[in-house]
């Protein structure tokens, strides 16, 4: 993969995912908080299961790029790692909207409902979200090979850099299928053209 339109492809990608949740800002609360069925998230509650499952990349990639020798260096081409690339490939949902690889949610990354109360986690969201475009573009000069970052699934499994971009990214890709079939649940309509 060449390395800068890999950055290029993944900024673009969360600014239209920024974009897509910022919509939710102008959406009456009382329907980001509804259930569109007792066991499945409300649109906040899918919100905040981004924000804990990003958030655990997030701190780890702003360890790799504050600490000056993580071993970051920048190559013109990214190799990703197996375990990343296979994570990553798997997350991302087919162009139909069709989930390949589905999971069960960790316990750690389920919302809590005290958590999503008001739309605190919309703007959790967006500042994550932020820091990450603001790291990738540090990755421009600093790489995103040689760093590992520890995944989700602990120390056993640590990403390149650029797999912890990677994975993470497209994990937020399906849940936004998921947001949008929860609005569409509760009867919200958007405010703005599909951008994805």
Not at 104 to 130: H, K, N, Y
Request: hydrophobic share 40%; charged share 30%.
């Amino acid at each position: 993969m060449d390395t800068l339109k890999l950055i290029d492809d993944l900024q673009a990608t969360l600014r239209r995912q920024m974009d897509r949740v910022r919509e939710l800002q102008d959406m009456p609360l009382d329907k980001l908080r509804e259930r569109p069925a007792p066991e499945r998230w409300s649109a906040l509650e899918v919100v905040e299961h981004m924000n804990l499952s990003t958030g655990k990349y997030h701190q780890g990639l702003m360890k790799v790029y504050a600490d000056p020798r993580s071993g970051l260096r920048f190559r013109s081409t990214f190799k990703p790692g197996r375990w990343g690339n296979l994570g990553a490939d798997g997350m991302v949902p087919r162009p139909d909207g069709s989930i390949r690889w589905r999971m069960r949610t960790m316990g750690m990354f389920e919302p809590r409902p005290g958590r999503v109360a008001d739309r605190s986690p919309i703007a959790r969201f967006l500042m994550i979200q932020q820091d990450l475009l603001d790291l990738l573009e540090k990755a421009r000069t600093r790489g995103i090979e040689g760093a590992r970052v520890t995944s989700t699934l602990g120390p056993i499994l640590r990403f390149k850099a650029g797999d912890a971009f990677r994975f993470p990214i497209a994990h937020q890709e399906r849940h936004l299928l998921q947001l949008q079939r929860t609005l569409d649940a509760v009867g919200v309509q958007r405010t703005a053209s599909p951008a994805m």
